[in-house]
């Protein structure tokens, strides 16, 4: 907060003075109509010279500063959200769409062999849902929709801010883009899932903008409690008119309208819409978009959460984590072979065993190595083959890796492949890498063996391990998980072994293993039919019926249209380990509420002894016992009560703004913390505040 | 008056001890009464003589209904038997009530307020005592534990609305619960010296030659469901001050036991029939806490400011002294009671303020029979939702959500009685005719007003007696305070045992709020303290502190 965004807040806090508008807080409500009241009053005092008028117009402007401050609060969180929507908006600038229609072009015309549709350029906004737009480097994707014809490298970065390009193509599970992103290269056919106005970006910007906010159910709630708070200190002041009146001791409207507004809930009255707003925000900072408030809140209650083991727990791809060399066999030979095998093979795993192998052998003195480092054109590769599931390489006579007369072949594989094709070659699988095999199973690897034949008998060299490895730092976010009450169940497409030692290596709580998309579904079912709610993370299209009955569903972007469309929140980055902060937000958004109002009402306490006694000590003596703060005069008690009471407004929207302090405790750890800093802090500050404020009022003598 | 500490703590001591090893038990008797299936042979006479199907589970809405039809015709009827007292028997010659005191009476009773508009000795006979009023202290004490294990059922429940069978837990409350300990009570009290006779009105001849009036009658089994039931009623306008109610220290001590044993013992039925102990535990600690500290804190205002403001020793009974006011008086303003062993009236300033302080706490501490207990954990979904909400929750009350709905009844109920007292105290004070009932000049007379109306709104029923409330406005004005007070809160209590029974319940986990433990009870002492008696503070200020702080 700064004095920009101050000045930007501040027309439209004032615009917010409309009651109509207001009438949906009722403690800033009831403010707003003590502040009219107390014009009145105090003009009308003014006018018969009244020597309290000063007084009276002292406290009648710090009501409207209260009224105002509330309204600012708003204001800013509401500011923060603009910036960002109107630079969405810079990118939803209407294009030329070119539509294509469903006549085929007549034959003869073609410049081409193949057949094609007619074309017709029509503006964005006409574009139906059904609709087939072709997109061709260098354009703007007019509107949201499914890629069915064709692959693209697409510039997201209006959306995602991120400046990598992203792969979009037809059939699969990354075929949706969305309108107002740039196709960089090669053209694609999409079909049209969003109209005019109803599209991801349109959507997205409403949503920062606080345009479709609605209250949500704990909201609601809160201020029914807010609500009756008010009332009650309402009729309590109001009753005490009659009372004071029968002691003689009757005070100005204005003094009573102030003990009113020091004592109905101003302070969490005022930032509850900014808290709503922040949480929201924070959330679109991490590049997460929620659908409503309400799913925000949710995230805060979820119980149980369903993660992807693929790219969420481990990092996706097998990676090779060590290297067993059979007997009679040195390490560094079966090294060297595993690497020459994998020198061609492109995928994870084979990049994985070279990395490993270079980690390895790093700093040993490179005997044969640095002749199989680069491969020559003469050296024949093997692919990896469904019926043969092995790959290697077949080095020439003469390649430095191959000191013998005939053609070397080196090949790394499944168990069984390589175990028959070494058989087939006169040699035999050793029994202590027949145990290493079976023991890399049992804890959930994948042996690969490692072979190579020079003309003679073909021997097996060693195991190597591919295993899933699990990411950095998840076993403690489980912990934290666990101490929070928050059960984490892993879902895998692995058989029982594999899934049951990644499980177990990263600490989650439950697994399903061999899991299919209905899986995931039952799962969710059964979760909630004990009464837990349930968060997930999915992408793809058969992914939607799960994230539609989850509680809280996050779709990856770079998902499917029917994966986003089912979630209740996308995340832009893809990143499925968000879930994780994603319901921590929510406990912040929650957590910020309650402390809040605990403070608030806290505050009342010290309010009570400034304006009490500056009531009634003037009639009953002995109440001035109560003045433990000391205050100056009657009057500088009650104008010092009424200045906290809106001072601390603004000294809290920050906090509001950046939420409470969110640890990962147990809710005993939660609840003593907070309630010692907000429930007792909230006792003991007013107490300091006003005594403070006091002593400033008291060095002017027209009030003190 | 002095206080002797060591004595205070010695009786304190005993009672706790004696309430501390009974309630146990008894919280279980009381919830195996409760949750049985079984019905005694009496029971199932009744309910066939009444047509009352006990099987029955009834809708929320069914369960209330059922409870003020019945309220409703215990109010008129014994409207028409203190009218008709004249004609019926057992009237020792007295005649019909009058139509406003009756109306006052009745409503008081069937609210378990029992506040005393009239004087009984020379009002109502033993008919009326015995057949009218006594009834209505088994039967509205009755209502008050039908109405928390309502409350109860619906939090163990899941996916129903119905919350058992009005009828049969009157029944069983009545008749299991309050009668047999009733038996057993009133034999204790005889044995310490309270009167049990059918004598009537003896005239004596003192030997000065003056007449001296001593009545009699069936006092202890009056006083026995008097203060078992929290009604507070007395057999004699002087209630527990009278010698032949309360004669001596030892009896006095057992009257205090009887006041606390069932509100006390609540908490235990609660946690077991929640299946968790500590839930129970942890309500008794709060309650205890403000007990104790209530009554140090009226042994210190009694012995520090005796003879202060109207209290020159006049209207308290030497006999008991400091000590056993002390216990009296905040056992009998912490549980709905009302019984009173000495004039309140007469309390020092801050003592009598101490007494509304208790009771403005909305009677929770322990609280009437059922009342206390249902008061306190409509308390308990405030703190559950703040503290809830602290944790990074949506607020859940044992498994079940605090949304909207329930914050919306919960939200009523904290308004009336609050409203009530205030509505109620500012109108009297601001008309003439109205405040001069209170004859009092100054602050005492406004705190005699103040205290009328949060002692009716609370069902409490004990008074700052220098008012006279039995003309026509006070007399209705009360009456209204006192049977809104009761049944509103009570049909907001079952509206919201119906929303947590229609709910499923939510598993517990390391992230739920805990609703037992010390932090929990220091959350819900602040919540009671802070969002209850604060709203008094400046009525207060202006009655029992005005005239009691003094520089």
Not at chain 1, 432 to 445: K, L, R
Not at chain 2, 337 to 342: K, L, R
Request: proline residues 4%.
């Amino acid at each position: 907060m700064n004095l920009t965004t101050l000045r930007a807040a501040l027309p439209l806090a004032l615009s917010k003075l409309n009651p109509r508008l207001m009438i949906h807080s009722p403690v800033m409500f009831t403010v707003l109509i003590g502040s009219i009241l107390c014009t009145a009053v105090s003009i009308q005092q003014l006018i018969l010279g009244s020597s309290t008028a000063v007084f009276s117009f002292s406290v009648t402007v710090w009501l409207w500063l209260t009224v105002l401050f509330g309204n600012l609060a708003e204001s800013i969180a509401e500011g923060r959200g603009k910036a960002q929507a109107d630079s969405l908006r810079s990118a939803r600038t209407s294009v030329m769409a070119r539509r294509r229609s469903s006549a085929l072009v007549p034959a003869g015309q073609l410049a081409g062999g193949e057949p094609d549709y007619e074309e017709e350029m029509v503006p964005g906004t006409d574009l139906v849902v059904g609709d087939m737009v072709i997109v061709v480097a260098g354009e703007l994707i007019p509107s949201d929709g499914d890629v069915i014809e064709g692959l693209a490298s697409v510039d997201e970065s209006a959306i995602t801010g991120e400046s990598a390009p992203v792969i979009r193509e037809s059939g699969g599970d990354r075929s949706s883009v969305t309108g107002g992103t740039m196709v960089l290269s090669d053209r694609i056919v999409v079909r049209i899932t969003a109209a005019s106005g109803k599209t991801f970006l349109d959507r997205m910007i409403s949503l920062v903008e606080g345009a479709t906010r609605q209250k949500t159910p704990n909201e609601i709630a809160l201020n029914v409690l807010l609500a009756s708070l008010t009332i009650v200190f309402v009729v309590a002041i109001m009753t005490l008119a009659p009372m004071a009146a029968f002691a003689n001791a009757l005070p100005s409207p204005v003094v009573l309208v102030a003990l009113v507004v020091c004592l109905i809930p101003t302070t969490i009255g005022a930032l509850v819409p900014a808290i709503g707003i922040a949480g929201m925000d924070r959330l679109i900072q991490r590049n997460v978009l929620a659908t409503s408030g309400r799913a925000v809140e949710t995230a805060g209650d979820v119980t149980t959460l369903l993660l992807d083991k693929t790219g969420t727990i481990t990092y996706g791809n097998r990676r090779a984590v060590a290297f067993i060399a059979a007997d009679g066999v040195s390490e560094e030979e079966l090294i060297e072979t595993a690497r020459l095998s994998s020198l061609a093979d492109e995928t994870p795993e084979g990049r994985s065993i070279v990395e490993l192998a270079d980690e390895r052998t790093e700093g040993v003195e490179a005997g044969g190595l640095g002749a199989t480092q680069t491969l020559s054109a003469d050296v024949e590769i093997i692919e990896f083959s469904a019926t043969t599931r092995m790959s290697g390489l077949n080095l020439p006579v003469g390649h430095p890796a191959n000191p013998g007369t005939t053609i070397r072949e080196v090949r790394k594989g499944a168990g069984s492949a390589v175990e028959r094709y070494v058989s087939e070659r006169g040699g035999m699988l050793p029994a202590e890498v027949q145990q290493a095999v079976e023991t890399i199973s049992g804890t959930g690897g994948t042996p690969l063996l490692v072979a190579s034949h020079n003309g003679e008998r073909a021997q097996i060299l060693g195991v190597i391990h591919l295993a899933d490895v699990v990411k950095p730092g998840m076993k403690e976010r489980f912990a934290e998980l666990r101490a929070m009450g928050i059960k984490t169940i892993m879902i895998t497409g692995d058989n029982k072994i594999t899934a049951a030692a990644i499980a177990a290596e990263a600490g989650v709580d439950d697994f399903v293993a061999e899991a299919t998309p209905e899986d995931k579904l039952a799962v969710i079912k059964a979760e909630q039919e004990s009464g837990r709610l349930v968060a997930m993370t999915g992408d793809g299209t058969n992914d939607a019926p799960a994230l539609a009955a989850a509680d809280v569903g996050v779709a990856m972007n770079s998902g499917t249209s029917a994966a986003k469309e089912a979630a209740n929140m996308v995340d832009l980055d893809s990143d499925p380990t968000k879930l994780i902060d994603i319901v921590g937000i929510g406990k912040q958004l929650l957590i910020t509420r309650g402390s809040l109002t605990t403070f608030s009402v806290a505050n009342d306490v010290a309010k009570y002894f400034a304006i009490v006694p500056a009531l009634f000590a003037a009639t009953f003596p002995g109440l001035g016992l109560l003045n433990i703060m000391g205050l100056s005069s009657p009057e500088s008690a009650i104008l010092s009560a009424v200045i906290f009471n809106a001072l601390i407004i603004v000294l809290l929207v920050p906090l509001a703004l950046r939420g409470v302090k969110y640890r990962a405790v147990s809710a005993a750890q939660a609840l003593s913390r907070n309630l010692l800093v907000y429930g007792l802090g909230g006792m003991i500050a007013p107490f300091v505040g006003i005594k403070a404020i006091d002593l400033v009022l008291s060095l002017f003598p027209t009030i003190g | 008056m002095e206080l002797h500490a060591f004595a205070l703590t010695t009786q304190l001591v005993i009672l706790i001890v004696t309430l501390g090893a009974l309630h146990q038990p008894m919280g279980k008797y009381l919830a195996a009464t409760f949750s049985s299936h079984k019905h005694l042979a009496v029971e199932r006479g009744l309910y066939k003589l009444s047509g009352v199907e006990p099987r029955a589970d009834q809708h929320w809405k069914v369960y209330l209904r059922s409870l003020v039809a019945f309220s409703l015709v215990s109010i008129v009827a014994l409207i028409a038997f203190q009218l008709l007292q004249g004609v019926l028997p057992f009237n020792q010659g007295l005649g019909s009530v009058d139509p406003w005191v009756a109306m006052n009476t009745a409503i008081s009773f069937v609210t378990n307020t029992n506040w005393q508009t009239y004087a009984p000795e020379t009002t109502l006979g033993f008919g009326v005592q015995m057949l009218g009023l006594a009834v209505q202290n088994f039967l509205s004490a009755a209502v008050g534990l039908a109405v928390v294990v309502a409350l109860i059922r619906g939090l163990v429940r899941s996916q129903t609305s119905n919350l058992g069978n009005f009828w049969v837990d009157l029944t069983r409350g009545a008749l299991r619960v309050l009668l047999p300990i009733s038996i057993i009570g009133a034999v204790v009290l005889i044995i310490t010296g309270v009167v049990q006779n059918w004598g009537g009105t003896d005239i004596h001849t003192l030997v000065t030659g003056a007449q001296q009036t001593v009545p009699g009658g069936p006092v202890a089994s009056q006083e026995v469901i008097k203060l078992l039931g929290t009604n507070g009623g007395g057999y004699f306008n002087a209630n527990s001050a009278h010698p032949f109610e309360n004669p001596n220290a030892l009896s006095n001590l057992f009257e205090v036991f009887l006041i606390l044993l069932i509100p006390f013992s609540l908490p235990a039925m609660y946690g077991r029939m929640v299946g968790d102990k500590r839930q129970g535990y942890t309500l008794l600690t709060v309650m205890s806490a403000f007990w104790l500290i209530s009554t140090a804190l009226m042994g210190w205002a009694l012995a520090a400011f005796a003879g202060t403001g109207t209290s020159v020793g006049e209207g308290l009974e030497q006999r008991f002294g400091a000590n056993g006011t002390a216990l009296f008086a905040t056992a009998t303003t912490l549980t709905s009671t009302g019984a009173v062993n000495a004039a309140h009236d007469s309390l020092p300033p801050l003592a009598g303020g101490l007494a509304m302080v208790n009771m403005m706490l909305g009677e929770v501490a322990p609280g009437g029979v059922g009342s206390g207990l249902y008061g306190l954990l409509v308390l308990s979904v405030v703190a559950v939702f703040i503290g809830g909400l602290m944790v990074g929750r949506t607020p859940e009350m044992l498994g079940k959500k605090v949304g909207a709905g329930q914050m919306k009844l919960v939200a009523v109920y904290i308004l009336v009685t609050p409203t009530l007292v205030l509505l109620g105290t500012a109108i009297t004070v601001s008309i003439p005719a109205l405040a001069a009932a209170a004859p009092a000049q100054g602050p005492h007379g406004f705190s005699e007003v103040l205290y009328a109306f949060t002692s009716a709104a609370n069902n409490n029923g004990s008074a700052f007696g220098g008012i006279t409330s039995s003309g026509p406005a006070l007399a209705t004005m009360l009456a209204l305070a006192m049977f809104f007070g009761r049944f509103l809160p009570i049909a907001l209590v079952l509206a919201l045992a119906g929303s947590f029974a229609k709910q499923r319940k939510i598993p517990n986990t390391a992230g739920t709020l805990a609703t037992h433990g010390p932090l929990f009870a220091v959350l819900l002492g602040g919540i009671v303290l802070i969002l209850t008696a604060l709203t008094y503070f400046p009525a207060l200020a202006l009655g029992p502190a005005a005239e009691g702080l003094l520089k």
